[in-house]
């Protein structure tokens, strides 16, 4: 139900989290790709929107890398999910586009909608507390 945007993002934050110490420790974009097995200019590009978002902090230099900006308690799911999710007004209909918004509702509408708002539940309930050590 979450992009692979997404799934990555949470990936890298939850290394972070696994070695989270208030920012003593950094971890560089290699480190992270390479450990989570993930393309590193794919994770670049992911934790400079990380960054930009106020989630992890970036010490640039030849000893520098990223760390979380605050405490992984601090951190849910859903406020990395929202730098890479599109909150869509619509569903995505297993019946096409010519249903559920632009036309009848499909069969299927409100339970896709119950399972939306049980992912954004989930993802709102969850934080990086679940990686620590």
């Not at 110490?21 to 950094?26: A, R």
């Not at 290699?30 to 670049?44: C, G, M, T, W, Y």
């Amino acid at each position: 139900m979450l992009n692979k945007s997404t799934e990555s993002a949470i990936s890298a934050m939850s290394l972070l989290a696994e070695v989270y110490d208030s920012g003593k420790t950094l971890i560089t974009a290699s480190d992270i790709a390479s450990r989570r097995k993930l393309q590193r200019p794919f994770v670049a590009k992911l934790l400079t929107q990380l960054a930009a978002a106020g989630l992890v902090k970036s010490i640039p230099g030849r000893n520098g890398g990223y760390c979380l900006a605050r405490k992984p308690s601090r951190i849910r799911l859903l406020d990395i999910a929202r730098c890479f999710e599109r909150k869509e007004s619509s569903i995505a209909c297993p019946f096409g586009s010519h249903y559920c918004g632009n036309g009848p509702q499909c069969p299927l509408h409100e339970q896709i909608l119950a399972l939306r708002d049980q992912v954004d539940a989930f993802l709102a309930q969850n934080t990086l507390t679940a990686f620590t050590k």
